[in-house]
């Protein structure tokens, strides 16, 4: 028989505000195991918490971006279990009334638009942290973790593949970071991706019984994940066996599922309403506020780079993909430079250099400024491309001008044509072989007598000028 993948997604995201949610602690991930901790953290008994005021602004801000409906009046809610990294044996979470619902995410898919329908975006506290990893085998709770701000972000069942998975939490992941409420940091647990999985005979609008993703720590182990599970589940049904709801993890090592649990429903929760809070009333002048604040989205960003400055899809596509290399693109655009060349020179030689270097775009010396100067000194005639890509990695150094460094390096590019002719006679002299290869009709010889010219100056030689007096001597 022939199945159909049905997936929804919850994403859970840590919210990057200076203090948790509840209490004025620090967020700080690196800070040593229980130090960022206080009565409300801990779940002492008495406390009482109050609502970060920062933590609602963010999650208005993504259901905004998410094209949700803002509810105008929710609620915090107490969601009951046990679990050692659970000090009061409840999480405060929201469940009937989400602060935002009812919204869409469009992603690309080989090259078509895909909509994902979003269910909702509800606030919630983060639990502690179980550490397994203390040595002789002891295992403890870092509750540095506990009550940080955390938006868990639920699709529709949307999507039917794992590429359509893939693609939607990039893009999510994108908006997330354009908006600057998190920084994603998926290794750190700022992002957190439960794939909910289940398939149906092809053609047939039934849900099938589903299963539950857990502690997946990339979004390519998600995309195996999800691969893994569509095949499992397709021959247990081909075998007439029945798909349990359950939890599953994922074992990367074997790049297999595992069962952990059955799968809880809400009433197993037993949620009420958290009475230590008051409701969150929000009217539109704060929705107002909010939407004043939001950045230009990746999506908008994209098509708008196609159109104002003529790039392709692709280059548009790169550009955009975080706002810090989209950002600087424009201010390297607005120094002067002319788009393509300095989308060229962003993608390739700059990209290289902080992937090599292991940095962001943000914390290169080398500013937009500089580098639309480097450009326009190739354009004039000052310098070669090849002296730039020389300049670059300095320029990144040490924060110089790309004028001050040529000029300390003596790097001005050579156009006085009577030196130059000096050059290509003295190798044309030396190389009679290429030279004849060439007058024989072999056309690559030219590229090699080409580049014994740029040897010869040491790479200073104007490549243009060259390439006119070198044809202009072999024809003579």
């Known amino acids: 028989m022939e199945y159909e993948p049905v997936i929804g997604l919850e994403v859970h995201v840590e919210l990057n505000t200076r203090s948790k949610v509840f209490c004025s602690c620090s967020t700080n991930f690196h800070a040593k195991p229980n130090t960022n901790v206080c009565p409300i953290c801990l779940g002492m008994p008495g406390v009482l918490p109050v609502m970060n005021r920062a933590v609602v602004d963010a999650a208005i801000m993504v259901g905004l971006a998410l094209n949700c409906t803002v509810s105008k009046w929710s609620k915090m809610d107490r969601k009951n279990y046990f679990y050692p990294d659970l000090p009061k044996n409840y999480q405060i979470s929201q469940y009937d009334l989400p602060l935002c619902s009812g919204g869409h995410l469009e992603v690309a898919v080989d090259g078509r638009l895909h909509r994902v329908g979003i269910t909702r975006v509800h606030l919630e506290e983060d639990t502690a942290r179980n550490v397994h990893t203390i040595g002789g085998g002891d295992s ?154 939001m950045p230009e989205l990746p999506r908008a960003r994209f098509l708008r780079f196609q159109e104002q400055y003529g790039l392709s899809p692709y280059d548009a596509g790169v550009l955009t993909s975080t706002i810090g290399m989209a950002n600087y693109f424009e201010e390297t655009v607005d120094a002067g430079a002319p788009p393509k060349q300095a989308a060229n020179w962003i993608m390739g030689d700059f990209q290289a250099l902080l992937t090599e270097r292991k940095i962001g775009i943000e914390d290169c010396n080398a500013s937009p400024r500089k580098l639309a100067d480097m450009i326009g000194l190739i354009d004039n005639g000052t310098i070669s491309g090849k002296i730039a890509k020389e300049l670059l990695p300095e320029m990144a150094e040490t924060g110089l001008a790309p004028k001050a460094l040529i000029d300390q390096k003596g790097l001005v590019q050579i156009s006085d044509e009577s030196a130059l002719l000096d050059a290509v006679k003295q190798v044309i002299g030396a190389n009679p072989g290429p030279v004849a290869d060439y007058r024989g009709g072999k056309k690559q010889a030219f590229g090699f007598l080409v580049g014994q010219v740029m040897k010869a100056t040491k790479g200073k030689a104007n490549p243009k000028l060259v390439n006119e007096i070198l044809q202009r001597e072999l024809k003579s």
């Not at 021959?235 to 990367?252: C, H, M, N, S, Y």
């Not at 297999?256 to 037993?270: G, L, M, N, P, W």
């Open 140 to 293: 403890g709770i870092d509750f540095n973790r506990s009550t940080i701000p955390l938006l868990e972000i639920v699709s529709e069942p949307d999507i039917h593949s794992a590429h359509e998975a893939f693609s939607y939490l990039t893009a999510l992941k994108q908006i997330l970071q354009y908006l600057k409420v998190s920084d994603c940091n998926m290794e750190e647990g700022s992002l957190r991706a439960e794939a909910n999985i289940s398939i149906r005979p092809a053609g047939s609008d039934k849900l099938g019984v589903k299963t539950e993703v857990k502690n997946v720590a990339s979004f390519s182990g998600t995309f195996k994940a999800i691969e893994y599970e569509i095949v499992r589940q397709t021959r247990a049904l081909d075998a007439g066996e029945k798909i349990v709801q359950e939890t599953r993890g994922w074992d990367a090592g074997r790049a297999i599922t595992f069962s952990q649990r059955t799968k809880e429903s809400a009433h197993d929760y037993r949620y009420f309403p958290e009475p230590d809070l008051v409701p969150i009333a929000v009217d539109d002048a704060w929705i107002d506020r909010i939407q004043s604040l």
